[in-house]
């Protein structure tokens, strides 16, 4: 690709499908929330018809009440510890936690279960030697759950089996509806730069600011006196800013000032620090595909889903309980069937 050094493009196979994992994670984090009572903007029916052991049923699919409690166990740990901080540990308001916690595992769930469904109505399914990878992973994620995590889900080795081919199904319907996104992304469509601004709200001030910038007085100092904005250093792409300062800005050089730049609906002075960004260009590249990606999935998946019917047994996934002792540890579900799959 022309855009990547000889070390990148060697790399580039590796890259893409982390991006297409963090892709589908993303894609399952952020649509369709099914604790929000819809789905496909369909209204989720709550009812007594399931089963105790049936948190959902989506179409002709069913999640159990073991599936849940693993999802549940899992996401406590994967939300509950970031960046060092065991938020379980420090008591960091845990009633919204759960909350956080138990409404991010539904979505998820749910999303999962969608798209195996899609997957089936699309045809898509798994090979032979696929599902005997499966089961091997899930028999290496199953042995390494304790006592009090088997306890806590009453989860069986089949449940683990299930579940990963059903991911397994999302992952691959995903590859499937977004294989022929064009993956090509340039230099300048990607470009992020970093800058500083200074944006005033009235035409006295643009004049006041341009007369001080005129006569060399330093931007940062300028900037922190009269800049009416949130933040005075920033990095942007390309339809991050008003058309207006973005035009402009992408023509400066580094150290390069611009005249003043009439926008929303005040004025904009801007200093190019540095117009290349590499690192963050070369990262947003990635991000650009996932956009391609999930806007091509999205089209086929929101007009499946939407025809959907769904129940959620209330009373099941109320009297689900976090348990935030240390004795539930599990967080390596996705990682194991993630390595499986790739």
Partial sequence: MAYLNDYEEQDWNGIRMKNRIRALTGLLVSALFFCGCSIGGREVTITNGLESQEVFKIGSEICTLPQAKLYLANYQNMYGKSYGIDLWEQGFQKKKLRKYIKEITLSEMTKIVCMELLAKNQDISLSQEEKQDIKEAAKVYYQSLNE?????????????????????????????????????VSDDEARIMEAMQIYVKNQAEA????????AGEDFSAVASNYNQKPAIEITFGRGEMPKEVENEAFELDNEEVSSCIPADEGFYFMKCINKFNEELTDANKFKI???????????????????LSSELNQEAWDDIVLVTDGSITT??????????LN
Wanted: zero cysteines; hydrophobic letters at 40%; a negative charge.
């Fill in 207 to 214: 004049d006041e600011v341009a007369a001080k910038l005129e």
């Fill in 289 to 307: 595909v996932e956009a391609r990606e999930k806007e091509a999935f999205d089209d086929t998946y929101e007009e499946f889903v939407s025809g």
């Fill in 331 to 340: 967080d390596s579900f996705f990682e194991t069937i993630e390595e499986a």
């Fill in 148 to 184: 009090e995590e088997l306890a806590f889900t009453g989860a069986a080795e089949a449940d683990v089996v299930s579940m990963y081919e059903d991911y397994a199904l999302a992952s691959k319907v995903y590859h499937v509806l977004t294989e022929g996104v064009d993956e090509e």
